[in-house]
C-alpha cells in the first residue's frame, strides 16, 4: 500500500510529532512537497504533505492560519509538516488550533530533520509500493495463465476474482453470459446485458465503467477482439477502484481471453469450411458422404429434422449477416445445440435443429429487425424452409430460397415457407412485374369500357367467378345472358385470344385480382 502519515511518523529516522489531526493519520500521502508562499493551493493536486517553515506567514495570526488551513483542506492537501527552530521555535498555538478545527493532521519537524529526508522517505515507500504492484502483477498473470492453459475461460475467470476480490463474468457476442465467477456473480453480470450491448456498438478495443445492479459495486466492461466488431466482452465487479496490481491482473486477463478468442475464430473458420463442404454434398444429394465428413463436429445435427435458413444482407448493410451469424451460434451454444453456419458472399445458410434454441434466436432477431428498419433501409431479408431430413435437404433449400425471394418482393425481413404454404397465393401477385402484366393484358378491355359501349370488365370479371356459367354471370350483371355471351365474344376479339383456353381464363384472373389487390 502507499506511503501514510502514520508511516511518516513511526519513521524511526524522520522523528516526526504529531500535534493535531491524530486521527486521520491513515490517509495515504502521494508526494511530499515544501512550500512557502502564502497561498500554495493552485500548485496542489491533492493527497500532498505540504511542508513549510511559514517564511512568509504570520503564523501567530489567528483568523489568517484559519484561511490558511481552511483552503489547504479543499485543496485535498493530507497534513501539514512545520519545520521548528527556523523561523520559530515551536509550531504557534494559533496555526496548531487552526488544524484541530479543520481535522488537518499537523506533523512537527525538528530542525535536524531536512524536509529533503522526508520527500525521500515519501519516494522510496511510493516506489516500494509499486514494485510491490508491479511484483503481485507480474504473479497474477502467470497464475491467469495458468488457470488459462489448465481451466479454459472458467478457470481464468475465478483466478481473476480472486486477484481483484470481486467478481468476474464473460459475455458472449449477443451479450449473454457465459462464465462467472464465483457462481453467485452470473445472476448480477446478466442485467447488464444492456451496458454490453451498448460497449459492443463502439469500435473495439473500448471500456466503460457502470454502477453495478442497484448500485451494489464497481463494475468495469472491456470488449474482447482484434475485430472491428468484438466478439465478447469481460466485466470486473469490485467494491471500490482497481489498484495497480489488480489492474495488472485485469489486463493479463483481457489480453489471455483475446488470444482465446482469437484462436476460437481460427478454429471457427476451419469449423466453416468443413461445414461448406458438408452442406454441399446435402444439396448433391450425397447424406452418407456428408454424415461421414461432419462426423462428430456436426452428426449429431443429420439424425435430427432441421430447417434450413437462407439470408441475404444488403449491400450498404455488411454487418447484418454476421448479426444474425451471431445470434444463431450463441443461442445454439447456451442450449447445447449443433448449428451449421455457412457464408455465401452476400448471402448466409444457417442449418439448425428444428424447434431448436438456434432458430427461435433467428426468428426474434428478424422481428428485432423488422419492428426497428426504416423503409428505405436496405436490410437483412430471411427465408426459413419447412422442416426436413437429410435426404430432403435440396428441397429444404429450394423452399427457403423461394421464402427469401417472397419477403424481398413483400417487404419483410423474415418469412417461413410453411406460412406461404398455409396462406394463399393472392399476396405474391402484390408484385410491379405481375401487375405491369396484368396492365397490358387488361388496357385493351379497360380502353372500351372508358367510350361508353359496354362493361366488358366487370362483365368478364362475372363470368370468370362462375366458372363459365352463363346464367349465374348474367344473373349477377342483371343482364340478359345473350347479352353476356355478345360481351364475351367482343372480349375475345378485343384480345385476339379464346376464352375456351384454361391458360388465357387463369391469366385474365390472375390479372383481374392483381389490379385489384391492394
Same mark, same amino acid.
Given at each position: 500500500?502507499p506511503?501514510?502519515?502514520?508511516? @511518516?511518523?513511526?519513521? *524511526?529516522? &524522520?522523528?516526526?510529532?504529531?500535534?493535531?489531526?491524530?486521527?486521520?493519520?491513515?490517509?495515504?500521502?502521494?508526494?511530499?512537497?515544501?512550500?512557502?508562499?502564502?497561498?500554495?493551493?493552485?500548485?496542489?493536486?491533492?493527497?500532498?504533505?505540504?511542508?513549510?517553515?511559514?517564511?512568509?506567514?504570520?503564523?501567530?495570526?489567528?483568523e489568517?492560519?484559519?484561511?490558511?488551513?481552511?483552503?489547504?483542506?479543499?485543496?485535498?492537501?493530507?497534513?501539514?509538516? !512545520?519545520a521548528?527552530?527556523?523561523?520559530?521555535?515551536d509550531?504557534?498555538?494559533?496555526?496548531v488550533?487552526?488544524?484541530?478545527?479543520?481535522? &488537518?493532521?499537523?506533523?512537527?519537524?525538528?530542525?535536524?530533520?531536512? !524536509?529533503?529526508? =522526508?520527500?525521500? #522517505?515519501?519516494?522510496?515507500? =511510493?516506489?516500494?509500493?509499486?514494485?510491490?504492484?508491479?511484483? #503481485?502483477?507480474?504473479?497474477a498473470?502467470?497464475?491467469?495463465?495458468?488457470?488459462?492453459?489448465?481451466?479454459?475461460?472458467?478457470?481464468?475467470?475465478?483466478?481473476?476474482?480472486?486477484?481483484?476480490?470481486?467478481?468476474?463474468?464473460?459475455?458472449?457476442?449477443?451479450?449473454?453470459?457465459?462464465?462467472?465467477?464465483?457462481?453467485?456473480?452470473?445472476?448480477?453480470?446478466?442485467? +447488464?446485458?444492456?451496458?454490453?450491448?451498448?460497449?459492443?456498438e463502439?469500435?473495439?478495443?473500448?471500456?466503460?465503467?457502470?454502477?453495478?445492479?442497484?448500485? %451494489?459495486?464497481?463494475?468495469?466492461?472491456?470488449?474482447?477482439?482484434?475485430?472491428?466488431?468484438?466478439?465478447?466482452?469481460?466485466?470486473?465487479?469490485?467494491?471500490?477502484?482497481?489498484?495497480?496490481?489488480?489492474?495488472?491482473?485485469?489486463?493479463?486477463?483481457?489480453?489471455?481471453?483475446?488470444?482465446?478468442?482469437?484462436? *476460437?475464430? *481460427? +478454429?471457427?473458420? /476451419?469449423?466453416?469450411?468443413?461445414?461448406?463442404?458438408?452442406?454441399?454434398?446435402?444439396? $448433391?444429394?450425397?447424406?452418407?458422404?456428408?454424415?461421414?465428413? /461432419?462426423?462428430? @463436429?456436426?452428426?449429431?445435427?443429420?439424425?435430427?429434422? !432441421?430447417?434450413? =435458413?437462407? $439470408?441475404?444482407?444488403? %449491400?450498404?448493410?455488411?454487418? $447484418? &449477416?454476421?448479426?444474425?451469424?451471431?445470434a444463431?451460434? /450463441?443461442?445454439?451454444?447456451?442450449?447445447?445445440?449443433?448449428?451449421?453456419?455457412?457464408?455465401?458472399?452476400?448471402?448466409?445458410?444457417? @442449418?439448425?435443429?428444428?424447434?431448436?434454441?438456434?432458430?427461435?434466436?433467428?426468428?426474434d432477431?428478424?422481428?428485432?429487425?423488422?419492428?426497428?428498419?426504416?423503409?428505405?433501409?436496405?436490410?437483412?431479408v430471411?427465408?426459413?424452409?419447412?422442416?426436413?431430413?437429410?435426404?430432403?435437404?435440396s428441397?429444404?433449400?429450394?423452399?427457403? %430460397?423461394?421464402?427469401?425471394?417472397?419477403?424481398?418482393?413483400?417487404?419483410?425481413?423474415?418469412?417461413?415457407?410453411?406460412?406461404?404454404?398455409?396462406?394463399?397465393?393472392?399476396?405474391?401477385?402484390?408484385?410491379?412485374?405481375?401487375?405491369? !402484366?396484368?396492365?397490358?393484358?387488361?388496357?385493351?378491355?379497360?380502353?372500351?369500357?372508358?367510350?361508353?359501349?359496354?362493361?366488358?370488365?366487370?362483365?368478364?370479371?362475372?363470368?370468370?367467378?362462375?366458372?363459365?356459367?352463363?346464367?349465374?354471370?348474367?344473373?349477377?350483371?342483371?343482364?340478359?345472358?345473350?347479352?353476356?355471351?355478345?360481351?364475351?365474344?367482343?372480349?375475345?376479339?378485343?384480345?385476339?385470344? *379464346?376464352?375456351?383456353?384454361?391458360?388465357?381464363?387463369?391469366?385474365?384472373?390472375?390479372?383481374?385480382?392483381?389490379?385489384?389487390?391492394?
Amino acid at each position: 500500500m502507499p506511503p501514510t502519515l502514520a508511516s @511518516l511518523v513511526h519513521h *524511526s529516522a &524522520l522523528k516526526l510529532t504529531v500535534r493535531a489531526g491524530g486521527d486521520r493519520l491513515d490517509a495515504p500521502v502521494r508526494w511530499a512537497h515544501a512550500s512557502e508562499l502564502a497561498d500554495p493551493v493552485p500548485y496542489m493536486e491533492g493527497g500532498e504533505l505540504l511542508l513549510i517553515t511559514a517564511l512568509k506567514l504570520d503564523a501567530e495570526d489567528r483568523e489568517a492560519m484559519r484561511r490558511y488551513v481552511r483552503r489547504l483542506v479543499g485543496a485535498g492537501v493530507v497534513g501539514l509538516g !512545520f519545520a521548528v527552530g527556523v523561523h520559530y521555535e515551536d509550531i504557534p498555538d494559533a496555526l496548531v488550533d487552526a488544524a484541530r478545527e479543520e481535522g &488537518l493532521p499537523l506533523l512537527e519537524v525538528p530542525r535536524r530533520t531536512p !524536509f529533503l529526508a =522526508i520527500s525521500k #522517505a515519501v519516494s522510496a515507500a =511510493i516506489a516500494a509500493d509499486q514494485y510491490r504492484a508491479v511484483t #503481485a502483477g507480474f504473479a497474477a498473470q502467470r497464475e491467469l495463465t495458468r488457470q488459462a492453459l489448465t481451466e479454459g475461460p472458467e478457470g481464468l475467470l475465478a483466478a481473476l476474482a480472486a486477484q481483484v476480490d470481486g467478481w468476474a463474468a464473460l459475455y458472449d457476442a449477443s451479450g449473454a453470459v457465459v462464465a462467472a465467477a464465483p457462481e453467485w456473480a452470473g445472476r448480477r453480470a446478466a442485467r +447488464l446485458t444492456p451496458d454490453v450491448t451498448r460497449l459492443r456498438e463502439r469500435p473495439a478495443p473500448a471500456s466503460s465503467v457502470v454502477a453495478g445492479p442497484e448500485n %451494489e459495486d464497481r463494475v468495469e466492461l472491456h470488449s474482447l477482439g482484434t475485430g472491428r466488431r468484438p466478439r465478447a466482452a469481460l466485466a470486473v465487479g469490485t467494491a471500490a477502484a482497481l489498484g495497480t496490481a489488480e489492474r495488472y491482473a485485469v489486463h493479463s486477463a483481457i489480453a489471455l481471453l483475446t488470444l482465446i478468442t482469437e484462436r *476460437s475464430r *481460427s +478454429l471457427h473458420a /476451419a469449423e466453416q469450411r468443413i461445414g461448406a463442404a458438408v452442406l454441399r454434398m446435402l444439396l $448433391a444429394g450425397e447424406p452418407d458422404h456428408a454424415r461421414a465428413v /461432419a462426423g462428430d @463436429l456436426y452428426g449429431g445435427l443429420l439424425d435430427a429434422p !432441421f430447417r434450413i =435458413i437462407v $439470408a441475404a444482407g444488403g %449491400e450498404t448493410n455488411g454487418d $447484418a &449477416l454476421g448479426a444474425l451469424a451471431e445470434a444463431a451460434e /450463441a443461442a445454439a451454444a447456451r442450449s447445447g445445440e449443433v448449428v451449421l453456419v455457412v457464408p455465401e458472399g452476400n448471402r448466409l445458410v444457417i @442449418l439448425a435443429c428444428d424447434g431448436g434454441a438456434a432458430v427461435a434466436a433467428c426468428c426474434d432477431h428478424a422481428a428485432a429487425r423488422e419492428a426497428a428498419r426504416k423503409a428505405d433501409d436496405d436490410e437483412l431479408v430471411v427465408g426459413l424452409s419447412a422442416p426436413a431430413g437429410p435426404i430432403a435437404a435440396s428441397t429444404a433449400y429450394k423452399q427457403a %430460397e423461394q421464402a427469401l425471394s417472397v419477403a424481398r418482393r413483400r417487404g419483410r425481413v423474415l418469412v417461413e415457407h410453411e406460412h406461404m404454404a398455409a396462406g394463399s397465393v393472392l399476396p405474391l401477385l402484390a408484385d410491379d412485374a405481375v401487375r405491369a !402484366f396484368a396492365d397490358g393484358l387488361l388496357r385493351a378491355l379497360r380502353e372500351h369500357d372508358a367510350t361508353g359501349r359496354g362493361d366488358l370488365v366487370a362483365s368478364l370479371r362475372a363470368w370468370l367467378s362462375r366458372h363459365g356459367q352463363w346464367d349465374a354471370a348474367a344473373a349477377d350483371l342483371g343482364v340478359h345472358r345473350h347479352t353476356l355471351r355478345y360481351r364475351m365474344r367482343r372480349v375475345e376479339e378485343i384480345l385476339g385470344r *379464346s376464352l375456351d383456353d384454361p391458360d388465357t381464363r387463369m391469366e385474365l384472373w390472375l390479372s383481374l385480382k392483381a389490379t385489384t389487390t391492394e
